[in-house]
């Protein structure tokens, strides 16, 4: 009789594609989370609060301790906040703006920028650590 002998299969497994995933998922997360953080607030040490607010700010005011006001990164005047703020939100008009103000600064600073966004009814978050 000519039995045929059955080749065995192998119960291997190759963990070259999902290396590849796992490479390509660790790129995007690195590449997108630098990009989440505002640019000028790497040099703030932000007031610490028990309270965080869920919703996320579309722009934001950096003033840092030595009274540099940035908006979304670039460096402007206090003057020049306001105008630049309309240019913005005139586009989208349910944006958030956070502000992000050095613990050093004083309060009365926070204070006017407060006014510029109830003047124009803006959506102001101030930007804290959390403890």
């Given at each position: 009789?000519?039995?045929?002998?059955?080749?065995?299969?192998?119960?291997?497994?190759?963990?070259?594609?999902?290396?590849?995933?796992?490479?390509?998922?660790?790129?995007?997360?690195?590449?997108t989370?630098?990009?989440?953080?505002?640019?000028?607030?790497?040099?703030?040490?932000?007031?610490?609060?028990?309270?965080?607010v869920?919703?996320?700010?579309?722009?934001?005011?950096?003033?840092?301790?030595?009274?540099?006001?940035?908006?979304?990164g670039?460096?402007i005047?206090?003057?020049?906040?306001?105008?630049r703020?309309?240019?913005?939100?005139?586009?989208?008009?349910e944006?958030y703006?956070?502000?992000?103000?050095?613990?050093?600064?004083?309060?009365?600073?926070?204070?006017?920028?407060?006014?510029?966004?109830?003047?124009?009814?803006?959506?102001?978050?101030?930007?804290?650590?959390?403890?």
């Amino acid at each position: 009789m000519g039995l045929k002998t059955r080749s065995k299969v192998e119960a291997g497994f190759s963990m070259s594609s999902m290396t590849d995933i796992v490479f390509l998922l660790l790129i995007f997360f690195m590449i997108t989370s630098t990009m989440v953080t505002p640019p000028a607030s790497k040099d703030l040490v932000l007031p610490k609060s028990d309270h965080q607010v869920s919703a996320k700010p579309n722009t934001t005011i950096s003033v840092t301790k030595d009274l540099k006001y940035f908006v979304e990164g670039e460096e402007i005047s206090f003057w020049q906040i306001e105008q630049r703020l309309k240019e913005i939100i005139s586009a989208e008009p349910e944006t958030y703006v956070a502000l992000h103000v050095d613990e050093s600064v004083p309060f009365s600073v926070v204070g006017k920028i407060r006014d510029i966004a109830v003047r124009n009814k803006y959506k102001l978050i101030l930007a804290t650590q959390s403890r």
